[in-house]
């Protein structure tokens, strides 16, 4: 592979990874990220991190099964994307939905299994993201490097456990609040309704 292709290459990779970020930018702007923002933000950041972590896993095994090595430049990029956007999930989990209220937050790490999990998965990417630089391989050397480095495949799978469990508890947040504004505008549609009474049966549905 000529060196111009694989720059054309690192740019692909650093367009796609950005992307999702990029749309969520251009959503905030334009006032277009759902009924429940925070929940729509934090779950896309979320997907995204697990997309671009078993990108990076699924390096090693095209390798091995068609015999190319090109990919493998991109491996530490990924890695790198998938710690970044995991530290943006975390972050508007803490600092937007819950203002930074630690006492809840390690009761949520401690009582919900896949909050605990997400979260581990989290600190065992740390270091691999501290280590990730040439400079660290060198100095940890090489067979360390890789023993550390072998974490990435538990993180893989603990990430897998944070997502399956939270949609088997079942991510309806966007849903309800869907709903509820669908129900608003339906009663404010309907003629001889005042703004107070097209307003009561919002008012009266349970905050989640």
Same mark, same amino acid.
């Given at each position: 592979?000529?060196?111009?292709?694989?720059?054309?290459?690192?740019?692909?990779?650093w367009?796609?990874?950005?992307?999702?970020?990029g749309?969520?930018?251009?959503q905030?702007?334009?006032?277009?990220?759902?009924a429940?923002p925070?929940?729509?933000?934090?779950?896309?950041?979320?997907?995204?991190?697990l997309?671009?972590?078993l990108?990076?896993?699924?390096?090693?095994?095209?390798?091995?099964? $068609?015999? *190319?090595?090109w990919?493998?430049?991109?491996?530490?990029?990924?890695?790198?994307?998938? %710690?970044? +956007? @995991?530290v943006l999930?975390f972050?508007?989990?803490?600092?937007?939905d819950?203002?930074?209220?630690?006492?809840?937050?390690?009761a949520?790490?401690?009582k919900?299994?896949?909050?605990?999990?997400?979260?581990?998965?989290?600190v065992?990417?740390?270091?691999?993201?501290?280590?990730?630089?040439?400079?660290?391989?060198k100095r940890?050397?090489?067979?360390?490097?890789?023993?550390?480095?072998?974490?990435?495949?538990?993180?893989?799978? $603990?990430? *897998?456990?944070h997502?399956?469990?939270?949609?088997?508890?079942?991510?309806?947040?966007? %849903?309800? +609040? @869907?709903?509820?504004?669908?129900?608003a505008?339906?009663?404010?549609?309907?003629p001889?309704?005042?703004?107070?009474?097209?307003?009561?049966p919002?008012?009266?549905?349970?905050?989640?």
């Open positions: 592979m000529t060196r111009k292709t694989r720059r054309a290459l690192k740019v692909l990779v367009g796609i990874c950005l992307s999702p970020l749309m969520l930018v251009y905030f702007w334009t006032d277009d990220l759902g429940n925070i929940s729509y933000v934090t779950n896309v950041l979320g997907d995204t991190t997309r671009v972590l990108a990076s896993l699924a390096m090693t095994p095209l390798r091995l099964m $068609l015999g *190319i090595s990919q493998m430049s991109f491996r530490r990029l990924l890695g790198l994307f998938a %710690f970044f +956007y @995991a999930h972050t508007v989990w803490i600092a937007v819950h203002f930074f209220a630690w006492p809840a937050l390690l949520d790490i401690r919900r299994p896949y909050i605990t999990v997400g979260f581990t998965a989290l065992l990417l740390m270091p691999l993201a501290a280590t990730s630089t040439t400079r660290m391989v940890l050397g090489g067979r360390n490097w890789q023993r550390l480095h072998r974490l990435v495949y538990v993180i893989g799978i $603990l990430a *897998i456990l997502f399956l469990w939270l949609a088997k508890k079942g991510r309806q947040e966007p %849903f309800y +609040y @869907a709903v509820r504004k669908r129900r505008a339906a009663e404010r549609a309907r001889g309704r005042t703004v107070a009474t097209a307003a009561a919002v008012a009266s549905c349970p905050e989640s």
